[in-house]
């Protein structure tokens, strides 16, 4: 489930006579102000402000002092994360002029490769910003603009920003509405550059003219590993799109990821997906969820599937296949299929029959090793099967999203956090941020260190 980005906290401050409810971080003053700085990314902060005027953010400057911590420590390939939906503590979002300030910070520092700033306020003020950052920070890998409010003209910024950086490996721009035009630019952008390995423009507004262009330049590009094209806006019921990604995946022999959930795919979009991958030799995780495929569909990517050996990970999550779609699959692999380690069939209407097939084909199949089925229809046989899966040993825990409790002698089951991408919006405010258990997709399909 999409979760969307918390409002920006408004800039007025409580009166000094209100009591205040909330406890005073130990990273600010008693009044609630930012403490003094020490020393290291902090004093530099804190120069900037004061040159410019600036409002002093006490989170910024705590996250600046972990920061200086791990330096002195010695450890180097720091990520920078100052995102703004944290709720563990009072967060003030990052705007444009804030971000020039860390830009600045960030400038020709050798310990720093990563900089998340999801869901602040950037907008295209602070597109511009990271234009110069990614010409002048030449030890950037990762950088995350996720729902930061960028436009067109920042997407075009950055993309263009893309053409003569040779650093950066993995861009995340999710939820910025950069639109068809913004999306051109990027895909012009692959064109020319050759660094960039992992490219997220997922809930972007991107158009039918722009997913077209990404598909037509990915059959020359060599460089992109990972592709994220989430939920463009389509209009039409000829699945267009579906056609020129085939065609794209018969001639790239480099992609690894590809993530086209909400593309409207039907089961004729679908067939053109499998007819590429009986050429296709690299793709390995494949994620059609959240479409209108259907168990017509589940006949070809069964065919697939006996001959595909690349393939790993398959996310059908949130389509119909059914218990006809499930019983297509379950004899594949249980007879020949020996290369997919995870399949997500969740809320795919399918019930006992087609759940209990799954089960049993995994019980032949050595090497699927993750899947998950919540949002079903289980009955008591589904229940008892994936009880007995795990009670053997056969499934283990983290790799399925339920687990088995008895009440009165009969077996049901319950949902855990686990699946492909369960962080793929946000992340938990305790526990391991990016942990294999919730987000199997990348622990089995390395693409980058990052979702």
Known sequence: MQRCPQEARPESRTPP????????????????????????????????????????????????????????????????????????????????????ILCRILKNNPYINGLDVRYNLISDVGASYATEL???????????????????????????????????KHLRMTGNKIENKGGMFFAAMLQINSSLEKLDLGDSDLGMQSVIAFATVLTQNQTIKGLNLNRPILYGEQEESTVHL??????????????????DI????????????????????????????????????????????????????????????????????????????????????????????????????????????????????????YSDLIHMGRLKSDNTDVEPFVVDGHVYLAEVSNGLKRHYYWTPGYGEACSPSSNAGLTLVPVGQYL
Not at 140 to 153: A, K, S, V
Request: charged share 20%; hydrophobic share 40%.
């Open 17 to 100: 006579s209100a009591p205040s409810t909330t406890p005073t971080p130990a990273w600010a003053a008693a009044d609630g102000s930012a403490a003094e700085p020490i020393g290291g990314l902090q004093e530099y902060y804190y120069e900037l402000c004061m040159e410019k005027s600036q409002e002093i953010k006490p989170f910024i400057l705590h996250i600046l002092q972990e920061v200086d911590e791990e330096i002195e420590k010695g450890l180097a390939g720091i990520t920078l994360n100052v995102a703004g939906n944290c709720h563990l503590m009072p967060v003030e979002r990052v705007t444009g002029e804030d971000f020039w």
């Open 134 to 168: 990614l010409q002048k920070q030449h030890n950037l890998i990762y950088l995350n603009l996720m729902f930061n409010d960028i436009g067109p003209e920042g997407g075009e910024l950055i993309a263009k920003a893309l053409h003569k950086n040779t650093t950066l």
């Open 246 to 263: 085939g065609h794209m995946l018969k001639e790239n022999q480099c992609l690894v990821e590809l993530h086209v959930c909400k593309h």
């Open 266 to 385: 039907k089961n004729c979009g679908m067939k053109q997906f499998c007819d590429a991958l009986y050429l296709n030799r690299s793709l390995r995780y494949l994620d059609v969820s959240c479409n209108k495929i259907t168990q017509d569909g589940m006949v070809c990517l069964a065919d697939v599937l006996k001959s595909n050996t690349t393939l790993e990970v398959i996310d059908l999550s949130f389509n119909r296949i059914e218990n006809a779609g499930a019983n297509y699959l379950s004899d594949t692999l249980a007879s020949h299929n020996r290369t997919l380690k995870a399949l997500s069939v969740v809320s795919n209407n399918i019930e006992g029959e087609g759940l209990v097939a799954l089960s049993q084909s995994m019980k032949t199949n050595p090497t699927l090793s993750n899947i998950y089925i919540w949002g079903n229809k289980f009955d008591e046989a589904t229940c008892v099967a």
